[in-house]
């Protein structure tokens, strides 16, 4: 009989015992009570955190959105229908994130952060809880600098800052979307980076958008988030979320950054859905009673960052759609108080051939006015005010009053200021144009043409501001120092275009 080697049966043990500790591991299960309508209703996950991550069978994952005393309400990301009653629950103790950085410009994604185009898988390690806390008061800095859109009512009358949250709001088809389209398209070659995140869409519209984007040169710095209109309601839920905190990623490393969430008043239907599910109380319009901090914690993300923070900065343009023109109705109201400001869009004003058919009067901007270029500002002073004036006039005119020279002539300037404001889809105008061309009109230049030369006139200035030399001594002053030249050096340059009309 071989002498037994004490010490190396000992080593032995030691090893054994530091495995099989090792695969010792404490997991919370729970089991599915019911599930139906992408909720599911678990019971025994008495350590589970709100937002946090579950794994079901099939490797289908949830999204932990109530808590009670016996049971969770778990909202399912991807297919319900494989899970039935009884199955088996694990929590993960991760809050559920989605991935962000460079990777994702110009893919198409869906609200996990799973591509939704032809272009393989996303390569980035980098991941963000989608629920995160606003930043507080300060950390941000004051909204200094003009987010250009290129349409010449909004850079002129309601200027968007970049760090603010500017309401497009209006009835269906009368051009929300195109606004907030043409605004990500103006921001080529100006180092801003854009989210567009599509709630409740149609396919075929976010298809048309993606080859938009393509053939405009747009979708190599865009990010869309899709969650289609026939979808789950927990993916169009989240979709606005994942939007932000791709955004985020962006804002921290010192960006600028454009996000449009198209449109929140479907995002707000998908949350009555999932709640009613729930059987949460149903408050005003049946909408559940924290509809309100639903979005005031989603546009609250928004912020411009000081420069400690590397001042990068988050605008959002939300959408919502009206019914019968109603700007009071319940989440309308609810968006309004939230945001900085709003751009309600006309139906009347759309049919009658007004486009963009945007309301000056109901459309205000409170903090852009500090974002403005001084140019604008100066030009722009009083175009609110002789639309107004005009407004008044013309429905007075519609009486067959006699009007005297002065009404006649300020009627006149209205009709060219509504001609010259008026712009076609996707035709984008910089700002030394815009400044210029609001110029000619306030100095009383534009006086002696027709409608038609009004919009020749515009056209040369933009030529000439590229091509003419003292048109391109003039575009280097406004872009350099964002300050009108000398009055005698605009009047040559106008004068000298209005003998080529």
């Known amino acids: 009989m071989s002498k037994i080697k004490v010490k190396e049966m000992t080593e032995v043990i030691k090893k054994q015992i530091e495995s099989f500790e090792q695969d010792v591991k404490l997991e919370n299960i729970g089991k599915v009570l019911s599930v139906g309508d992408g909720i599911a209703i678990v019971y025994g996950l008495q350590q589970a955190m709100m937002g946090e991550l579950l794994v079901f069978p099939h490797n289908v994952k949830g999204l932990v959105f109530n808590l009670e005393e016996h049971q969770v309400g778990v909202i399912l990301l991807g297919e319900s229908n494989l899970i039935k009653e009884g199955d088996m629950v694990k929590t993960t103790k991760r809050i559920f994130e989605v991935p962000v950085g460079d990777a994702l410009l110009g893919r198409v994604v869906n609200p996990l952060g799973e591509p939704l185009d032809a272009g393989g898988t996303i390569q980035t390690t980098d991941r963000l809880p989608v629920e995160r806390r606003a930043r507080g008061v300060m950390a941000r800095g004051s909204i200094n600098a003009s987010m250009e859109t290129g349409i010449k009512v909004i850079d002129a009358l309601v200027p968007i800052g970049k760090g603010q949250r500017e309401l497009i709001i209006g009835d269906r088809q009368t051009g929300k979307t195109t606004l907030a389209v043409d605004s990500i398209i103006n921001q080529k070659g100006k180092d801003v980076i854009c989210v567009y995140v599509a709630i409740g869409q149609k396919d075929s519209s976010v298809t048309g958008l993606v080859e938009l984007f393509k053939k405009e040169g747009a979708l190599d710095y865009t990010v869309i988030v899709n ?17 932000v905190t791709i955004a985020e990623y962006f804002m921290e490393k010192g960006k600028d950054v454009l996000i449009v969430y ?26 559940p009673g924290d509809v309100f901090y639903l979005h005031s914690r989603l546009l609250e993300r928004s912020a411009k960052l000081n420069d400690k923070l590397g001042g990068g900065s ?4 939300p959408i919502i759609e009206t019914k019968a023109g109603d700007i009071s109705a319940y989440i309308s109201t609810n968006v309004i108080s939230i945001t900085d400001g709003q751009i309600f869009l006309e139906t009347e004003l759309f049919y009658s051939g007004i486009r963009p058919a945007i309301n000056a009067g109901l459309s205000v901007s409170r903090v852009g006015g500090a974002a403005q270029w001084n140019a604008m500002k100066k030009v722009a002073g009083t175009l609110r005010i002789n639309l107004a004036n005009y407004r008044e006039l013309e429905s007075f005119a519609q009486f067959g009053s006699d009007l005297d020279q ?8 209205g009709r060219k200021t509504v001609e010259m404001l008026k712009q076609d889809v996707h035709e984008l105008v910089n700002m030394p144009t815009q400044i210029v061309t609001i110029y000619a009109l306030s100095k009383g230049m534009m006086d002696d043409l027709n ?10 200035i933009n030529q000439g501001l590229r091509m003419n030399d003292l048109g391109k001594k003039i575009n280097k002053t406004l872009n350099e120092t964002k300050k009108l030249p000398k009055d005698e050096d605009l009047e040559k340059f106008i004068n000298g275009l209005k003998r080529l009309i």
């Open 406 to 413: 002065s009404a006649k002539r300020r009627l006149e300037r």
């Open 262 to 287: 198209d449109d929140l008043s479907k995002h707000a239907v998908a949350y009555r859905e999932l709640s009613l599910l729930l059987r949460r109380p149903p408050g005003r319009e049946a909408y």
């Open 314 to 317: 988050i605008t959002a343009l």
């Open 451 to 460: 409608l038609e030369q009004v919009q020749l006139l515009e056209q040369e």
């Open 227 to 243: 969650a289609g209109a026939s979808k789950e309601g927990t993916l169009l839920y989240l979709a606005p979320f994942a939007g």
